[in-house]
């Protein structure tokens, strides 16, 4: 079956320092990926978009890799700052109608 | 300013009870979407629109209906709610280009 796979466990990380999340999906070709970022009881925000022939995007302090061979994607977030704790949605295109499929996302906890 | 806009918010409702959920959008997007979102289970679609009078099932439509007859609206429509449709429910719209998907502010439906 089709899987997209995000931690589960929360990431308690310190401020200033860089948080790494990983998405790996199965059974799938997508044509892009995308992250998401959502706050307690709001809607999902979209942050960064990365299409299958690039290896790396970057905006502001946030930095997205995807690997179409490994399945796997890795989200990077630096100089982590508290204002960044939430929660991050991985998203892939399964028809590339922008049916979007979510992995159930990984909490993220910056500590001061 | 862009935005999806759902309605309610918050909704107590007892089972059987058919209800409304309104969704419109002011982007003038082709690509409108339920979603619902569960502890442990996160976003799964429950409806997809590709344009007006275009609709399709996503992988959870038991028990819902949608309808396209604006562009801008795409209503969620719980004919004879019951207590497992009790969740967080967002709208999403997007453009054919395929890039982010908008997010409403969600509503929190409990059914009794």
């Known amino acids: 079956s089709q899987k997209i796979e995000q931690n589960s466990e929360a990431l308690n990380i310190q401020e200033g320092k860089t948080a790494t999340l990983t998405c790996n999906y199965t059974?799938?070709?997508?044509?892009?990926l995308q992250w998401y970022r959502q706050d307690p009881g709001r809607g999902p925000v979209f942050l960064l978009l990365i299409r299958e022939n690039e290896k790396e995007k970057r905006k502001e302090r946030l930095k997205v890799t995807f690997d179409t061979t490994l399945k796997q994607s890795l989200f990077h977030i630096t100089a982590s700052q508290p204002a960044d704790s939430a929660t991050y949605l991985c998203a892939l295109d399964l028809y590339g109608n922008n049916r979007l499929a979510f992995g159930k996302g990984n909490q993220v906890v910056v500590i001061p | 300013e862009a935005q999806v806009t759902q309605n309610p918010r918050y909704l107590i409702t007892v089972t059987g009870k058919k209800l409304t959920v309104t969704c419109s959008q002011n982007?003038?997007?082709?690509?409108m979407s339920w979603y619902r979102q569960d502890p442990g289970l996160g976003l799964r679609q429950i409806y997809y629109s590709m344009n007006v009078e275009v609709t399709d099932k996503g992988d959870v439509p038991e028990g819902y209906k949608v309808s396209r007859k604006e562009k801008r609206n795409f209503p969620l429509i719980l004919e004879s709610p019951s207590p497992n449709q009790t969740s967080l429910y967002f709208c999403?719209?997007?453009?054919?280009?395929?890039?982010?998907?908008?997010f409403g502010q969600g509503t929190r439906l409990t059914v009794v």
């Open positions: 059974n799938y070709s997508p044509a892009y």
């Open positions: 999403a719209s997007t453009d054919m280009m395929n890039t982010e998907a908008f």
């Open positions: 982007m003038n997007h082709e690509y």
